[in-house]
């Protein structure tokens, strides 16, 4: 499984950037993506700026994408900090490291609301770990078809009560032209409850259900969510999937005269 996850990741990266080299540092091998030069390339909304992320996963692979100049930098931060890579003083000792070149470079700083979020990547492979217990009959399997919160094109279980979908696992189908994620090994699985249907073990029973019909395609099941969101993470584990990657994104905004402070 995790083989594929680090195929999944490296192409991930490969979207934002070009991949360069990989380096040993310490145990760890490091996969450096470089970025472009270029605003567009790390304009991920309106005013949100993408500048810098990385990703370690537990076969101690990282995944690096950053601008040339702060490569080096980055290298002795994980050199520094080696499995400490998602604490406050790395994520700091990062910011008061590339702040300044970045105000200089784009007129961004860092967005101080999302300082301390990273994201948690959950997977599972093995049939024989997922909570098939916990997969009820109310969750009903829909082929191609559109939940109207959800602007993707989508195969899904859903928990339809009223004639209305109030809970969702979904596999997510993005075919552009740089992904075409309904051949990919690794399958990202999507979830959304109405808040007044929650707590029931709706989310659960579809997400077991949708990682279920993903391993019997021979597939590995993904699901991603904040260190922030608690109870996404309970239904990750609830439907037993396990813990496989940390990621840190570093989202930067342009500047108005109040600069973030740590």
């Not at 991930?12 to 270029?38: C, P, Q, R, S």
């Not at 004639?163 to 075919?175: L, M, R, T």
């Not at 707590?199 to 904040?226: Q, W």
């Amino acid at each position: 499984m995790l083989d594929k996850i680090k195929h999944y990741n490296h192409k991930k990266y490969a979207l934002y950037g070009t991949y360069k080299e990989n380096v040993k540092i310490w145990d760890m091998n490091v996969h450096y993506f470089e970025l472009d030069n270029d605003e567009e390339k790390i304009n991920f909304d309106e005013n949100s700026y993408l500048p810098l992320k990385y990703s370690y996963s537990f076969d101690k692979n990282i995944m690096l994408l950053c601008f040339s100049k702060h490569k080096n930098i980055m290298f002795d931060i994980i050199k520094k900090f080696n499995y400490d890579l998602f604490s406050q003083d790395s994520y700091l000792c990062i910011y008061n490291h590339i702040s300044d070149d970045l105000q200089k470079m784009f007129n961004i700083v860092p967005d101080e609301e999302r300082a301390n979020v990273c994201g948690l990547l959950y997977g599972i492979s093995d049939k024989s770990k997922l909570h098939l217990i916990r997969k009820q009959p109310t969750s009903i399997l829909k082929l191609d078809q559109s939940i109207e919160e959800y602007p993707y094109h989508i195969v899904y279980y859903g928990t339809e009560i009223d004639d209305k979908i109030v809970s969702w696992a979904s596999w997510n189908f993005y075919e552009d032209e740089f992904c075409d994620s309904k051949n990919d090994e690794v399958i990202d699985i999507g979830v959304g409850t109405h808040g007044d249907y929650r707590n029931r073990g709706y989310a659960v029973s579809n997400v077991v259900a949708m990682a279920e019909y993903i391993l019997d395609l021979d597939k590995v099941a993904v699901y991603t969510t904040s260190n922030r969101n608690i109870a996404s993470q309970k239904t990750a584990l609830a439907a037993g999937l396990s813990e496989i990657c940390i990621e840190k994104t570093f989202y930067f905004k342009k500047h108005r005269g109040n600069i973030w402070q740590s």
